[in-house]
């Protein structure tokens, strides 16, 4: 109360009614330069962000294939006809790499370090089936280069073409080498692809044994002991993923290694219909042993 006797006015009931502030803001300038400026903005990252979900979206549905096709691969072991399997993943290959093109698409004009992230998983995945079923038809390792070189894409060509003139000029022939779409695995990517190659290999090692193969596991042993001295070259020099996934690495070359002595020491004494149980049940035991 102030010294007549009345009350003083608070902050606030000199403040305008909030009409009164609508009132002024719907009074700004929609072509201002700056208001202008914000919308642009906005449609950029709007765009940024829905196609970077179209490129997760087409990352899982690659690893869902590219999973799939590792299943299938697994049946080597069992079936009679190889090459009829490879022939059928390979057909599963045109259906990823169809979805691999469509991420090139997508990148066209954009830079691929700000998209990475969403579609690496999936390419992970794929270097993993490709590289499983490379050793499955040649005992080696694809090298980076012959896995890059599946994922250059050229663009369909239109089927209205009638006319007698079928040569080309020049300024043709470059627009269309300008037109080839490719996606380029990193080496990042292509390294822990194939430290999780391990992993399969080291399931197909066990499930040969329980089908009488005893060469395989021999086979699979050196490849990957050769595999785990190349990742040691790189130690903790590399990217974070790459080391992370030395120790995995690790426990599966260990576990075929293990196999591999329980073939050349008690081989001979268990049955061969036993030895995929007895292998099986070391490796829960070490699995266990080392808290997994």
């Given at each position: 109360m102030n010294?007549?006797?009345?009350?003083?006015?608070?902050k606030?009931?000199?403040?305008?009614?909030r009409?009164r502030k609508?009132?002024?803001e719907s009074?700004?300038?929609?072509?201002?330069?700056v208001l202008l400026?914000?919308k642009?903005?906005?449609?950029?990252?709007d765009?940024?962000?829905d196609?970077?979900?179209r490129?997760?979206k087409?990352s899982r549905?690659i690893t869902i294939?590219s999973k799939?096709t590792?299943?299938?691969?697994?049946r080597v072991t069992s079936v009679?006809?190889?090459?009829?399997?490879l022939?059928?993943?390979?057909?599963r290959f045109?259906d990823i790499?169809q979805k691999?093109q469509?991420i090139?698409q997508e990148?066209i004009?954009?830079?691929m370090?700000q998209?990475?992230r969403?579609?690496?998983?999936?390419l992970?995945?794929?270097?993993?089936?490709?590289?499983?079923q490379?050793?499955?038809r040649?005992?080696?390792l694809i090298?980076?280069?012959?896995?890059?070189?599946?994922?250059?894409f050229?663009?369909k060509?239109?089927?209205a073409?009638?006319s007698?003139?079928?040569?080309?000029?020049?300024?043709q022939?470059?627009k269309?080498?300008?037109?080839?779409?490719?996606?380029?695995?990193t080496?990042t990517d292509?390294?822990l692809?194939?430290?999780?190659?391990?992993?399969?290999?080291?399931?197909?090692?066990?499930?040969?044994?329980g089908?009488g193969?005893?060469e395989?596991p021999f086979?699979?042993?050196q490849?990957?002991?050769?595999?785990y001295d190349?990742f040691t070259?790189?130690?903790?020099?590399?990217p974070?993923?790459?080391?992370?996934k030395?120790?995995t690495?690790?426990q599966s070359?260990g576990?075929v290694?293990d196999?591999?002595?329980?073939?050349?020491?008690?081989?001979?004494?268990?049955p061969k219909?036993m030895?995929?149980?007895?292998l099986?049940?070391?490796?829960s035991m070490i699995e266990?042993e080392e808290?997994?």
């Open positions: 010294k007549e006797g009345g009350f003083r006015k608070r606030h009931d000199n403040m305008q009614p009409n609508e009132e002024k009074k700004v300038n929609p072509s201002s330069p400026s914000f642009s903005f906005q449609k950029e990252l765009a940024k962000h196609k970077y979900e490129l997760v087409l549905d294939e799939r590792i299943f299938l691969l697994h009679s006809d190889i090459e009829e399997l022939s059928e993943s390979e057909t045109g790499r691999i469509q090139a990148l004009g954009e830079d370090c998209f990475h969403a579609f690496s998983p999936g992970q995945e794929y270097v993993e089936a490709v590289s499983f490379h050793f499955i040649t005992r080696s090298s980076l280069e012959e896995i890059n070189g599946h994922l250059v050229t663009p060509k239109e089927q073409q009638n007698e003139d079928s040569a080309l000029s020049d300024s022939d470059e269309q080498k300008q037109e080839l779409l490719c996606l380029q695995v080496p292509y390294l692809g194939i430290a999780d190659l391990t992993g399969e290999l080291m399931r197909m090692c066990i499930t040969s044994v089908n193969d005893i395989t086979e699979v042993s490849f990957l002991r050769a595999i190349g070259y790189i130690g903790n020099t590399g974070y993923e790459v080391s992370k030395l120790y690495l690790k070359l576990k290694e196999a591999c002595y329980t073939l050349t020491v008690r081989g001979s004494e268990i219909h030895l995929a149980d007895v099986s049940t070391k490796t266990q808290g997994m």
